[in-house]
């Protein structure tokens, strides 16, 4: 695991509440550092504040996320939903604001770890018409060419293509992305569903597969391309 907080004591504690934890925690404290460290170790996660020297944890986010499927706890002194947001957009999987408890950090990262490594050892394949989810491999294809999602972004794809044609709505989709009861932006469901229909819609703004239901929320169906 690797952390990346600037705060030098707040990095400390976290290492040692992860490393009782059973987890081989590495800490760095600049956003450089950050995608050094992890480009070079691979991580099974990553938690990144926001506020860093050098790089931020959103710009560290973003070219991570082009590049891998490493899960991404972002940490943030801001509260706005449009800053959460930014986060999420930006390719976290999930966030804290701070002040947190260590404990409760610990706890989202066991909760995303666990959700990462939960389709290990399973060969499923969803098919929704063209699209097909690989539960087993944690893969995504289209029309047979594979797409790059979230680890957030697929837990809500593969449990839609579990039940296609069922309505979710986004409360129940949150349950799928967190993990962990808490208080969240249901929002943060959209800024999902929308990064989505840009990797699997051939037409993003008339969705055709992952269609909303005004009032409710999402479905996916086979579509009509």
Do not use: W
Not at 143 to 148: A, K, L, P, S
């Amino acid at each position: 695991m690797l952390v990346a907080e600037d705060d030098r004591g707040q990095a400390e504690v976290l290492r040692r509440y992860l490393t009782a934890a059973g987890h081989d925690t590495v800490v760095v404290h600049d956003g450089s550092a950050a995608l050094e460290q992890a480009r070079r170790r691979r991580p099974d996660l990553l938690v990144l504040d926001v506020m860093m020297p050098g790089l931020d944890g959103l710009t560290v986010a973003r070219v991570l996320r082009a590049e891998s499927e490493v899960p991404i706890l972002m940490l943030t002194a801001r509260a706005s939903e449009d800053d959460l947001l930014a986060g999420l957009d930006g390719g976290a999987d999930d966030y804290l604001t701070k002040p947190y408890s260590a404990r409760e950090l610990t706890a989202r990262a066991r909760a995303l770890l666990r959700r990462s490594r939960g389709s290990q050892g399973k060969e499923t394949v969803l098919l929704v018409g063209a699209l097909a989810v690989d539960v087993g491999r944690h893969q995504v294809r289209v029309d047979g060419e594979q797409v790059e999602c979230t680890p957030g972004e697929f837990a809500i794809l593969a449990a839609m293509a579990g039940q296609p044609e069922r309505v979710f709505t986004r409360a129940q989709l949150l349950e799928h992305t967190n993990g962990v009861e808490r208080e969240s932006v249901e929002r943060s469901i959209d800024v999902h569903v929308l990064n989505l229909r840009r990797k699997i819609e051939p037409q993003p703004k008339r969705p055709a597969r992952l269609l909303t239901v005004y009032g409710i929320g999402y479905r996916l169906t086979a579509g009509t391309v």
